[in-house]
């Protein structure tokens, strides 16, 4: 009955043990975005960009462990956007304000909820850049381009599907939070983004 018990025990764990596996380990991947933006700056008023579709690219690396139940990762990663507005600000002249790259770095907690499907949330830290440059026209308002790197925070949730050969997938939201920040004591922005992300990698 013993030798029957253990048979089962371990044979369950044999079984189990590849599910785990397939998510477990350094990873490395590339990574594409739609995203919605919304940006501010100001000049003493401030302009109000509204929401701005961008589209973003990177990639990432990362490395995962099975602690119980849960998968648990930490990751860093680099991401360019293409987005740039531009609007009047008081009036015959144009503010414009650019996302440069975003440089992050989190860690993620996830389950298996399916022998090759795991679910997960993030959270971490992000520094992104944000270029900045203002026309003054024929009202009298100086001139002035400006880049800076500002501190925020990430949150996010995915899912992500175990392929072949130690590649993978995975479909993910992530909201980005700049805050209010200030490029000198005139010159104020804040920015916040959403993404939603696919992207595909390998684990090695």
Same mark, same amino acid.
């Given at each position: 009955?013993? #030798?029957?018990?253990?048979?089962?025990?371990?044979?369950?764990?044999?079984?189990?043990?590849?599910?785990?596996?397939?998510?477990?380990?350094?990873?490395?991947?590339?990574?594409?975005?739609?995203?919605?933006?919304?940006?501010?700056?100001?000049?003493?008023?401030?302009?109000?960009?509204?929401?701005?579709?961008?589209?973003?690219?990177?990639?990432?690396?990362?490395?995962?462990?099975?602690?119980?139940?849960?998968?648990?990762?930490?990751?860093?990663?680099?991401?360019?956007?293409? #987005?740039?507005?531009?609007?009047?600000?008081?009036?015959?002249?144009?503010?414009?304000?650019?996302?440069?790259?975003?440089?992050?770095?989190?860690?993620?907690?996830?389950?298996?909820?399916?022998?090759?499907?795991?679910?997960?949330?993030?959270?971490?830290?992000?520094?992104?850049?944000?270029?900045?440059?203002?026309?003054?026209?024929?009202?009298?308002?100086?001139?002035?381009?400006?880049?800076?790197?500002?501190?925020?925070?990430?949150?996010?949730?995915?899912?992500?599907?175990?392929?072949?050969?130690?590649?993978?997938?995975? #479909?993910?939201?992530?909201?980005?939070?700049?805050?209010?920040?200030?490029?000198?004591?005139?010159?104020?922005?804040?920015?916040?983004?959403?993404?939603?992300?696919?992207?595909?990698?390998?684990?090695?």
């Amino acid at each position: 009955m013993k #030798l029957s018990l253990f048979a089962a025990a371990a044979s369950t764990l044999l079984v189990a043990s590849p599910a785990y596996a397939q998510f477990s380990g350094p990873r490395i991947e590339g990574r594409l975005a739609y995203e919605s933006v919304e940006a501010t700056i100001g000049t003493g008023d401030p302009l109000e960009t509204g929401d701005q579709d961008a589209i973003s690219y990177g990639g990432e690396v990362g490395y995962d462990l099975q602690l119980g139940p849960a998968i648990v990762g930490a990751y860093v990663g680099l991401e360019g956007s293409n #987005l740039r507005t531009c609007d009047e600000v008081f009036g015959d002249d144009e503010g414009c304000v650019g996302q440069g790259r975003n440089l992050y770095v989190g860690a993620r907690v996830g389950f298996s909820v399916a022998p090759r499907v795991m679910v997960y949330g993030k959270a971490g830290y992000s520094n992104g850049s944000v270029d900045v440059d203002y026309d003054g026209g024929t009202g009298g308002f100086p001139d002035f381009e400006t880049s800076e790197s500002f501190d925020g925070y990430h949150l996010g949730v995915g899912a992500e599907l175990a392929l072949v050969a130690g590649l993978y997938g995975r #479909l993910e939201y992530v909201h980005t939070d700049n805050g209010e920040f200030r490029f000198d004591p005139e010159t104020f922005g804040e920015l916040t983004r959403g993404q939603v992300m696919v992207g595909a990698g390998w684990r090695f």
